[in-house]
């Protein structure tokens, strides 16, 4: 790893935030704990929720009665402990595939499938071949009841596995070859093939009766009824809908879909059920400047689970009884996290010159590091992307730091407008930046914003956003002082991007034909750059790094460099630490000092 020099400024820049930095770990590791709602479900009489949590790093279920206020019972969503097998060596699922209550007592839940091949098979020359017995499948749905005494698997793919010589020959094996086909080998046992479960509903008139669907192996699809009592399965010979998934909305008591979450600068739903528009439009009255989301409703529609977010907290959850018009609120999505002490998120929206919408958050610190603070610019990681969340981690994390924060969403974020076409395709790069630099202007002007200090004034994005980054300090080197780029492609070529971007976009204005690349115009970028690399994760964006560095340091510049840890990618909070630490380190150096100087650079551990 290298890094320039720090001045003895940078190196006491936070002497006393050194010395807390095991209460900056752990604020941190809170602001980044997966909140409580990853999944959850209302039953179907209304009287209870059930929703996922992290404990240590293990997923489990927590039950509750609504009201009254009842006992919480925790479930660990473990294979183990529910019996099913796992082979030595492999991680238990850490996701949910489904999570629903079949009736008003017992919930259903299954860990995401997993797929375990086969070792290859070696013939008598040694040569290696895929196993024509695998893989393993491991697809547990498990139930329990509300108090946690009752509960395991139901049924798993060991349950409907087959012997090839027993099973029916479907369209995939006539496209196998003979050694594919294979089911016997000298001296071996016979493996047995094993399907992938779907989970397709409960049965109306009988909903102790779950729904699934068979697939793979060398079965033709078929259905089952499963008694969530005690897993007793039998044929299921009706045609039966599979629910679709998002961005749809499907109604588990009607068996349709009833509406759909659409791209927005703000989440959105467009809703097919005039009831539930209604609804919508109800609760939105109850919480203005919030955003309300649907999340689920029980089976008469008395009771409608939704979340509400944006303001100071990171969300909370909230049951309405419509007969008495009550909006109960059962629990905050983040309890570890004290609203008082979080930085403060306003949403903004101003217009383009041509008509475009601009959109993000501001996070303003609750104690500035300066009066008035400098502003951290993010882009958005993708084209369009999705919308920036109300509430971000990583924004309360430098507002922590003492800097307000611009998250911007792409003006395309729901959609690109035919009369962008012409200009995305004539610079993507270019109307990002000039989407910024309005932005810039209209917080600067706007009265009902804190005001920032337009002299310091820093771009950052990982993935597009980091080229964005980059490109933006080249174009508009007087507007941004300096700029973090995180896992950046330096170029929108397929051989470079990191990001998923229509083709007709980026061929672009280049000399070549293509979109601007960061080194075919190195000579621009004259402030400071901190680029922060994952070695070996994608290979293209380490050889364009490193020819990055060597054309600044061909003119007598430097770009600063962090090996960044995988941790911080998976989320561990002292690796992500680490790196805030590091991106306000080089911040204090290159943007709180008015009269930037970029200095020699010697090796680091």
């Known amino acids: 790893m290298r890094t320039p020099l720090l001045s003895l400024f940078a190196a006491s ?10 209460s900056f770990d752990e604020r941190v590791a809170a602001l980044f704990r997966p909140p409580l709602d990853e999944w959850i479900a209302l039953s179907p009489d209304g009287h209870r929720v059930a929703y996922t949590t992290r404990t240590d790093g293990e997923l489990e279920i927590v039950m509750m009665s609504i009201e009254p206020p009842g006992q919480k019972k925790t479930v660990a969503v473990d294979p183990d402990r529910a019996g099913a097998a796992v082979p030595a060596g492999s991680n238990p699922p850490t996701q949910l595939r489904f999570l629903r209550w079949a009736t008003e007592r017992r919930l259903v839940y299954a860990p995401v499938a997993r797929v375990v091949p086969l070792p290859p098979i070696v013939d008598a020359s040694g040569r290696s071949a895929p196993n024509p017995d695998g893989p393993t499948v491991l697809s547990p749905i498990l139930a329990t009841d509300a108090d946690g005494r009752q509960r395991g698997t139901l049924v798993d793919a060991r349950d409907f596995q087959e012997a090839p010589e027993e099973a029916r020959r479907s369209l995939a094996d006539f496209l196998r070859t003979p050694t594919e086909l294979a089911a016997r080998r000298k001296g071996e046992p016979v493996r047995w093939r094993m399907p992938h479960l779907d989970i397709l509903g409960f049965f109306p008139r009988d909903r102790e009766q779950l729904i699934i669907g068979t697939r793979g192996a060398y079965s033709m699809p078929l259905r089952h009824l499963v008694d969530i009592r005690n897993g007793h399965v039998q044929a299921y010979g009706e045609d039966w809908p599979a629910p679709p998934g998002e961005p749809q909305v499907y109604d588990w008591f009607l068996l349709k879909v009833v509406g759909e979450r659409q791209p ?19 609760l939105e009255a109850k919480f203005p400047r919030r955003i309300v989301e649907l999340l689920d409703w029980s089976e008469t529609r008395a009771r409608v689970l939704f979340r509400v977010t944006g303001g100071r907290d990171a969300g909370r959850l909230f049951v309405w009884q419509r007969m008495e018009d009550i909006a109960l609120e059962i629990l905050p999505r983040a309890p570890w996290l004290n609203a008082a002490k979080l930085n403060e998120t306003r949403w903004f929206d101003c217009a383009a010159p041509d008509g475009a919408r601009l959109s993000g958050y501001l996070t303003w610190p609750a104690q500035p590091r300066a009066t008035p603070p400098p502003l951290l610019v993010i882009f958005p990681a993708g084209f369009p992307g999705r919308a920036q969340p109300a509430f971000d981690p990583e924004a309360q994390v430098f507002a922590d730091l003492g800097f307000a924060v611009a998250r911007l969403n792409h003006r395309s974020v729901a959609g690109i407008r035919p009369e962008d076409t012409a200009a995305l395709r004539a610079g993507l790069d270019r109307m990002a930046v000039d989407d910024a630099r309005t932005v810039l202007a209209w917080i600067a002007t706007h009265p009902a914003q804190h005001p920032f200090d337009r002299r310091r004034v820093a771009a950052l994005g990982r993935g597009f956003g980091g080229y964005l980054a980059l490109r933006a300090l080249q174009r508009e080197p007087a507007v941004f002082r300096s700029g973090i780029a995180l896992d950046a492609p330096l170029a929108l070529r397929p051989s470079e991007a990191a990001h998923a971007i229509p083709a007709d976009l980026i061929e672009g204005d280049g000399a070549d034909g293509k979109a601007p690349s960061v080194l075919d115009q190195v000579e621009a970028l004259t402030q400071p750059v901190l680029l922060l690399v994952e070695p070996g994760r994608n290979p293209a964006i380490d050889t364009a790094t490193a020819a990055l560095r060597a054309q600044l340091k061909g003119l007598g510049r430097s770009a600063d460099q962090l090996d960044l840890d995988p941790g911080f990618a998976t989320g561990q909070p002292t690796a992500r630490a680490t790196v805030y630490r590091k991106i306000e380190e080089f911040l204090n150096l290159h943007l709180d000092a008015h009269s930037v100087k970029i200095g020699p650079t010697k090796e680091v551990r």
């Open 264 to 282: 927005a600068a703000r989440p959105t739903t467009a809703w097919q059920d005039e009831d539930l528009r209604r609804v919508q439009q109800r």
């Open 13 to 22: 820049f936070c002497a006393a935030g050194l010395a807390h930095a095991d």
